[in-house]
């Protein structure tokens, strides 16, 4: 596609539910980030992918983070048992390796309730 | 871990005036560094980005200024338009090796016509 997609854009769930968010990187990219933004923060890093496999995931705040990218391409970024301090936009940004002009997605804004 | 702070947090020129943001960086051995663009609501946007192997460049009104030795880079905007009020973030990362992109807080910038 032209530019990184994520989808939903806009994600409401109850405490405790689990959600799973999706990025579909600009095509060729084989680098793609997930981040995340709250209200008046700059993007908080969470995880990094160089093809099907995480370079680094040091970012993810605790086990119920979780992320894959199992083509090497679209990547899904799934939270268990959701609390409303994980409440953000989450977006996604890709390259065609490493942080080198890396383009973000629209995001996804969840709320927990 | 890499640690960019950003400075003003909020920064209000008039039209036709320059703008200059501040980010210092923790680690030596970031070598990449962009600035990103974000509009209220919209997705974060590259608008200009340096490498440790220089010191400046410019992209017309926009320019970016490092400082290695003082582990510091500065955005100018000169000539500033109301389509520039945005919110600017700085980041920093070490191209070939983890990758990922530390962003600073960001500064609300507001241009009065």
């Known amino acids: 596609g032209a530019g990184v997609s994520q989808t939903p854009s806009n994600k409401v769930t109850e405490k405790g539910k689990y959600v799973e968010l999706r990025c579909d990187p600009i095509s060729g990219h084989t680098a793609l980030y997930w981040y995340r933004q709250s209200l008046g923060q700059g993007p908080e890093f969470l995880i990094y992918f160089q093809g099907t496999g995480a370079a680094d995931d040091s970012g993810l705040p605790n086990d119920r983070f979780f992320a894959v990218r199992p083509e090497g391409s679209v990547s899904t970024l799934k939270i268990q048992r959701t609390e409303r301090g994980d409440s953000a936009v989450y977006l996604c940004a890709s390259s065609f390796g490493g942080p080198i002009e890396a383009f973000f997605g629209q995001g996804t804004r969840l709320t927990v309730v | 871990g890499e640690n960019v702070e950003q400075h003003p947090s909020t920064l209000s020129v008039q039209e036709g005036d320059s703008a200059v943001i501040k980010c210092t960086y923790s680690d030596s051995a970031s070598n990449y560094f962009p600035w990103y663009k974000q509009e209220l609501g919209k997705r974060p946007q590259l608008i200009i980005d340096?490498?440790?192997?220089?010191g400046e460049k410019k992209d017309q009104r926009i320019a970016v200024t490092l400082n290695k030795t003082a582990k510091h880079f500065s955005l100018h905007i000169t000539e500033t338009q109301p389509e520039d009020s945005a919110v600017y973030f700085c980041?920093?990362?070490?191209?070939?090796?983890?990758?990922?992109?530390?962003f600073g807080k960001g500064t609300k910038l507001s241009v009065k016509p």
């Open positions: 340096i490498r440790s192997n220089v």
């Open positions: 980041a920093a990362s070490t191209v070939g090796s983890q990758g990922n992109l530390i």
